[in-house]
């Protein structure tokens, strides 16, 4: 399941951030994941709730918060992307709907930490 190898790799990067900083407990985390991902929130919070049972992160808040594409031309014309284009990869351009330019995708971010809360 794509959401369990995501929630490993954010689970990794919390447990390197607690390892540094010397936290003994996860309060909070908010994640921000890229629309056009396929990754279902609910099941990618199911995971990493999962992955956290008996750490030091198993009573975490988890937010997540899906965030629109959005596309930007030469012009400085920056629409959403929403979608109108489901099967759209990190390479594709497609021409700015207000004049037509060339656009480059915002960067294709799978799933990033947003906030993170421990002590
Ligand atoms: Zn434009």
């Given at each position: 399941?794509?959401?369990?190898?995501?929630?490993?790799?954010?689970?990794?990067?919390?447990?390197?951030?607690?390892?540094f900083?010397?936290?003994k407990?996860v309060?909070?985390?908010?994640?921000?994941?890229?629309e056009m991902t396929?990754?279902?929130?609910?099941?990618?919070k199911f995971?990493?709730?999962?992955?956290?049972?008996?750490?030091?992160?198993?009573?975490m808040?988890?937010?997540?918060k899906?965030?629109?594409?959005?596309?930007?031309?030469?012009?400085?014309?920056e629409?959403p992307?929403?979608?109108?284009?489901?099967?759209?990869t990190?390479?594709t351009s497609?021409?700015?709907?207000?004049?037509g330019?060339p656009?480059?995708?915002?960067p294709?971010?799978?799933?990033?930490?947003?906030?993170m809360?421990?002590?």
């Amino acid at each position: 399941m794509h959401e369990y190898s995501i929630a490993w790799q954010i689970m990794k990067k919390v447990f390197e951030e607690c390892e540094f900083h010397g936290f003994k407990k996860v309060k909070k985390l908010n994640l921000r994941v890229g629309e056009m991902t396929m990754l279902d929130p609910e099941q990618l919070k199911f995971a990493l709730q999962s992955i956290s049972q008996g750490t030091i992160a198993e009573k975490m808040k988890i937010t997540i918060k899906v965030v629109p594409l959005r596309i930007k031309c030469g012009e400085g014309h920056e629409v959403p992307l929403g979608k109108m284009q489901p099967s759209l990869t990190s390479n594709t351009s497609i021409p700015c709907p207000i004049c037509g330019k060339p656009t480059k995708m915002s960067p294709l971010q799978e799933c990033v930490i947003e906030e993170m809360d421990a002590e």
